[in-house]
Every structure is written in structure tokens, then in C-alpha cells.
């Protein structure tokens, strides 16, 4: 069975940084696109950030420069750093997992975990 668990959200002032984490089981890992959503109250979900098996990752701009996605395949983690949050950035968060090497756009990701929670306030 595949499993996705996020872990990692909370409360960060504007300005601060969190990192997410993954941890995927019932598949493997490596061979898979990996990527990061996120959905606000009231808005539809957003894809931020997905990574292949390469290593290739693709941002939404909305994102690009403060977040940054990585798999440690020696932990079987996948990680979302997040930097200079802003309040726009709460949302709670998922990791999903694509059953292909590579990523293509924000579809076809049939795996998803339950979401983290981020709340960014002062």
C-alpha cells in the first residue's frame, strides 16, 4: 500500500523558514516524480514544486527562489525547504508521488498524503 505522511508544518512569523518532510512507503521512491501542493481556504490546490528521479525541479513561481524540493534517498525523505515565508503562503501542504521517472506539469499525481498544515502570521 502506498503511503505518503507529511510532517513539519506550523506557526512561523513572516520572514521565517520551515522545513517539510515526506516519508513515502509502499513504492519506490527513487523511480518516482515526487512534488509538492498546496491548497488555501477558499482556493483550489496549487502545485508548488515536483521533482523526477533526475533530480530536475520545477517551482511555481509564486514559490521560486524562497522554497526548495530535494529527496534524501538515504533517509527516503522528501523535503520542502521553505524560506522567507510570507502570510500568503499559509496553506495547508502535500507531497504526492507520480508513478513515473519523470515530472510533467501538475498532473497525474495519484498518491497523495493527508497535508501539514503552515500558517505564516505575526
Not at 79 to 108: F, H, V
Request: glycine residues 12%; hydrophobic residues 30%.
Amino acid at each position: 500500500e502506498v503511503q505518503l505522511v507529511e510532517s513539519g508544518g506550523g506557526l512561523v512569523q513572516p520572514g521565517g523558514s520551515l522545513r517539510l518532510s515526506c516519508a513515502p512507503s509502499g513504492f519506490t521512491f527513487s523511480n518516482n516524480c515526487m512534488g509538492w501542493f498546496r491548497q488555501a481556504p477558499g482556493k483550489e490546490r496549487e502545485g508548488i514544486a515536483h521533482i523526477s528521479n533526475g533530480y530536475i525541479t520545477t517551482y511555481a513561481d509564486s514559490v521560486k527562489g524562497r522554497f526548495t524540493a530535494y529527496r534524501d534517498l538515504v533517509k527516503g525523505t522528501l523535503y520542502l525547504q521553505m524560506n522567507s515565508l510570507k502570510p500568503e503562503d499559509t496553506a495547508m501542504y502535500y507531497c504526492a508521488a507520480r508513478p513515473t521517472i519523470w515530472c510533467s506539469g501538475w498532473t497525474s499525481f495519484t498518491s497523495w498524503g493527508q497535508g501539514t498544515q503552515v500558517t505564516v502570521s505575526s
